[in-house]
């Protein structure tokens, strides 16, 4: 088990979305509360979809066990799921925050 076909680019997707917001965008997204509100949201939904999908007893999606880290919650779910939506939902954030800020700037907001 490497985790390096899944876990390491899950990782990385984090770090660069992480870093990408703190050290060239600095929208403020991650100081908002309604940011923090859409994740649990997100959250919410991801359970119990993603649970479902991945299941360990009837699973839809099979991971193969040499590509991911092997911890799985709750409910069978890999955390590296978990990682990619956070990076995934974070970076659309970021690319809306940035594209109203530009809009404010240059008086064109509709």
Do not use: N
């Not at 119990?48 to 779910?77: C, E, M, N, Q």
């Amino acid at each position: 088990m490497t985790g390096l076909g899944y876990t390491l680019p899950a990782l990385l997707s984090v770090g660069v979305v992480v870093l990408l917001e703190c050290a060239v965008l600095r929208t403020g997204l991650f100081a908002k509360p309604a940011y923090w509100i859409s994740v649990a949201i997100v959250l919410a939904f991801q359970v119990p979809v993603d649970g479902w999908l991945t299941k360990l007893d009837a699973p839809i999606v099979i991971y193969d066990p040499a590509h991911i880290s092997g911890i799985r919650f709750p409910w069978d779910i890999p955390v590296e799921d978990f990682l990619f939506g956070f990076s995934l939902v974070t970076a659309v954030l970021l690319a809306w925050e940035r594209q109203r800020h530009r809009r404010g700037r240059t008086g064109a907001a509709r």
